[in-house]
């Protein structure tokens, strides 16, 4: 009945919030519903939830003027209890165990800390518990924070492996126009990764959330160039979830297809690691042509021309051309003094290996 054995749904805080920024438990009980369905058919599924920011704020009035850093916090720490107290009442009802996951960027910043993550998760399915995941919005601070919860998605659908993941926004999907224009229509499938979509896609940020669709698209393209189907749709259709996840479904969404090529869990992790990159490796035409190539590449020193940054073995890097046009990421083999000691050198092992390199697509 259903295409996809794992997946993720990420719920944006416009589907989840009524316009004051209070909860909308109908729309929430809908979606547990929903999910519910899937599980008692045998799908695994991780749910990626926001609204406990929008949730807080109709919560609590504070007496004085916070700053933004500050608000955040207060109303997340308040929202958050209210959040997932709301879902495990709501789950309960099915009698489906559910657990809360909170993380932050630095989680995913170390390959230690990563892989916790997904054991934790691992261990909650494998025991029939749904993980209930956000981010810990109360030690976020502003150079530390996720772009939104799609980044989040993006992140816990590669980590976990899942055949798909699921964005629920309030709109049908991405649009090959302006929303207001009424010729706009829903582009349904979207396969090919060097199409340019920027003429297509809104700049705007939702009510409650920190992102938009060009968010949206860039997490899609990635996960997707990684191997997952996603799905765009309207999370404030009546029973969304199922219908969209049925074979054969045809419900107005947006579906990109996955890339066929096999990508290693390591370099899933690397492809989402740019954000803590600690230098940046240049290299000649010559070597970025070889890289390019279908054919796996190594990067070798001798096509190395310039280090920059303070990075120690293991580090992340990002790999560049010599005009700056960013073209991978990986693990470097070296540090920072040993590489640059070592540039144009023919001999010696690679600065970095294939296994630890993601070449964007």
């Known amino acids: 009945m259903f295409q996809y054995k794992k997946i993720a749904v990420k719920v944006g805080s416009n589907v989840l919030t009524r316009s004051d920024g209070t909860l909308n438990v109908t729309r929430m009980s809908a979606l547990v519903d929903q999910i519910a369905e899937l599980y008692r058919n045998g799908i695994s599924v991780v749910l990626i939830s926001s609204g406990a920011v929008a949730s807080g704020r109709s919560e609590i009035k504070p007496d004085k003027k ?6 955040r916090q207060l109303y997340s720490a308040v929202g958050q209890a209210k959040l997932i107290n709301r879902y495990y009442e709501l789950f309960r009802e099915h009698h489906i165990p559910c657990g809360q996951v909170l993380t932050t960027k630095e989680n995913f910043g170390s390959r230690r800390h990563y892989l916790n993550q997904k054991h934790c998760m691992e261990v909650m399915l494998e025991n029939g518990v749904i993980p209930i995941v956000n981010e810990n919005d109360t030690v976020s601070v502003t150079e530390l924070m996720f772009t939104d919860n799609d ?3 993006g992140l816990i659908a590669a980590m976990m492996s899942m055949d798909a993941l699921v964005i629920l926004s309030n709109v049908d999907g991405i649009y090959n126009g302006s929303l207001s224009d009424e010729k706009s229509e829903v582009i349904r499938v979207i396969a090919d990764s060097g199409y340019d979509m920027s003429s297509c896609i809104q700049t705007g940020r939702s009510q409650f959330g920190r992102g938009g669709m060009l968010t949206k ?8 160039d990684e191997g997952i189907a996603v799905i765009i749709a309207n999370g404030m259709h009546d029973n969304i979830l199922p219908e969209i996840l049925k074979k054969g479904s045809d419900v107005v969404c947006t579906r990109f297809c996955p890339s066929s090529k096999p990508v ?3 370099k899933k992790w690397i492809a989402h690691s740019e954000g803590f990159a600690k230098g940046e490796i240049y290299v000649n035409d010559g070597a970025r042509d070889a890289l390019l190539q279908p054919k796996a590449t190594s990067v070798l020193f001798v096509g190395v021309t310039r280090i920059e940054g303070d990075f120690e073995k293991d580090d ?5 051309d010599e005009s700056g046009r960013q073209i991978g990421i990986g693990c470097a083999g070296y540090n920072r003094d040993e590489a640059f000691g070592r540039i144009g050198k023919r001999s010696g092992k690679p600065l970095v290996h294939y296994d630890y390199l993601y070449i964007e697509g």
């Open 66 to 71: 916070l700053d933004a850093l500050s608000a």
């Open 151 to 153: 980044e989040l998605s």
């Open 217 to 224: 698209y860039s997490i899609a393209r990635k996960a997707a």
């Open 264 to 266: 290693s869990n390591i």
């Open 316 to 320: 992340i890097v990002k790999i560049l």
